[in-house]
């Protein structure tokens, strides 16, 4: 896809309610390119509060949970910009790793 595309949303995806406020909220352009900068973005400063935990030994819990909460909020837009919702993507993932899990246990001589 080409730089600043504006994609179109699945119409016949179902929408969870936290699907469908992000959807109804969006103030940003509607581009893959801007959803992917954003949520990587939020995904850093997921990893610099955990950073300030360890440099000061201290429990920042809820400012990782804002911070998880920001991404989850790109990843959500961004997986509708490519026509899925947060269920297709958590399906195919369990599937994904089943399927690795199988081979792993495949090459170490166990039965999947």
């Known amino acids: 896809?080409?730089?600043g595309v504006e994609t179109g949303f699945s119409e016949h995806a179902r929408l969870t309610p936290y699907e469908?406020?992000?959807a109804e909220n969006w103030t940003?352009?509607?581009t893959i390119e801007y959803a992917a900068?954003?949520?990587g973005g939020e995904a850093g400063e997921v990893l610099n509060e955990i950073k300030k935990e360890m440099r000061d030994n201290?429990?920042?819990q809820e400012l990782v949970r804002d911070e998880l909460g920001d991404t989850l909020h790109y990843l959500t837009h961004l997986a509708r910009l490519y026509g899925y919702s947060l269920e297709d993507i958590m399906a195919a993932n369990v599937q994904k790793l089943?399927?690795?899990?199988a081979a792993k246990m495949s090459v170490?001589?166990?039965e999947a």
């Open 98 to 101: 089943m399927r690795r899990d």
């Open 20 to 22: 469908q406020f992000v």
């Open 108 to 110: 170490c001589g166990q």
């Open 37 to 39: 900068i954003a949520m």
């Open 28 to 30: 940003g352009p509607r």
């Open 1 to 3: 896809m080409s730089k």
């Open 58 to 60: 201290t429990h920042r």
